[in-house]
């Protein structure tokens, strides 16, 4: 039985993890900054799963969450780290204020590498253990009006690929699971995001309300988080875990567009599926 921290476990993606990787008889820690999902994770769970409040742009918090995790197992630790908490930053480049751009990347970035930082130490001094970092497709594709949210998982992505080269002599499997649209309150965030850009008095106002008309659809038609949950529990316990999980098997063919492609026909391509090429 792995002992298993998911964060982003109160909603979505985390939270449909956390159920399947304790149905399956992992021992699990659930995380997120709400303390009432957390409480309705455990009672759901019926109490296999412990929730540990924390918000992962908060030094003093995962310091202590490490602490508690650390009680909890008679000073053990984790074997596996799912940093999976995230949220997209919608809206133009030009318009999104400093303060949106590093909250994006305080959460995204700094934050995953804060939690790894935390819980890291003990995997490695054991030779043993497992990071699994929640990217996207949009590790490999920027739409446009996602932009923070795209550069954010191409971080996500690069910091991923050292650290696994980093981290394998030590015996410490570094993997990245890459889901494209998933059907959780993301898309929405998303789209609030946006939502303030897409007024007459943006510039790019016509172009983002084109943009949501499409990106409105695609969340709610998109599959269900238990597809990525069940990558996550094959990168957690397989004995030969993948260095990528693309979820699901279709999002691959994006990816090897956007490889093999010309650029300006990848272009092409996102303006015409969007409708931004009209717009
Ligand atoms: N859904 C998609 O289409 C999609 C596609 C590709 C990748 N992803 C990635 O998958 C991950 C999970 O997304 P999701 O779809 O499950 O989204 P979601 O339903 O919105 O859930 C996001 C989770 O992240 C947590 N979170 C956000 N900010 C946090 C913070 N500062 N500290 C701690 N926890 C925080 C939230 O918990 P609290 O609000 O309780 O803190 C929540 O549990 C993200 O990394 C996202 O980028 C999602």
């Not at 109490?47 to 000073?75: L, M, W, Y």
């Not at 997209?88 to 939690?115: C, K, T, W």
């Not at 279709?250 to 009209?278: A, S």
């Amino acid at each position: 039985m792995a002992k298993v921290l998911i964060t982003g476990a109160t909603a979505g993606i985390g939270r449909e993890t956390a159920l399947h990787l304790a149905n399956q008889g992992q021992e699990v820690f659930a995380s997120g900054r709400r303390e009432d999902a957390l409480r309705s994770l455990e009672a759901e769970s019926a109490g296999r799963i412990k929730g540990i409040a924390f918000d992962v742009t908060d030094p003093a918090a995962i310091d202590a969450a490490r602490k508690q995790i650390e009680a909890e197992t008679s000073g053990y630790g984790l074997d596996v780290l799912v940093n999976n908490a995230g949220y997209g930053q919608g809206g133009p480049l030009e318009q999104l204020s400093d303060a949106e751009l590093r909250a994006q990347y305080d959460v995204n970035v700094f934050g995953l590498m804060a939690v790894t930082r935390a819980f890291l130490p003990q995997m490695r001094e054991r030779g043993r253990g497992r990071i699994i970092n929640v990217g996207s497709v949009a590790g490999s594709i920027a739409l446009p009006f996602l932009g923070a949210y795209a550069s954010t998982k191409h971080a996500v992505q690069g910091l991923s690929e050292s650290l696994r080269r980093e981290l394998r002599p030590h015996g410490v499997e570094v993997i990245v699971i890459r889901p494209g649209a998933i059907r959780t309150e993301f898309g929405q965030g998303e789209a609030d995001g946006m939502e303030a850009f897409a007024g007459a008095e943006s510039p790019y106002g016509q172009q983002v309300k084109t943009f949501m008309k499409w990106h409105g659809q695609l969340h709610p038609r998109a599959p269900k988080p238990s597809v990525v949950a069940e990558a996550i529990y094959h990168a957690a316990t397989s004995r030969r875990p993948r260095p990528y999980y693309v979820v699901p098997l279709t999002n691959y063919g994006i990816i090897w567009l956007q490889k093999f492609l010309p650029t300006r026909w990848v272009d092409r391509v996102i303006e015409t599926v969007t409708g931004l090429r009209n717009a």
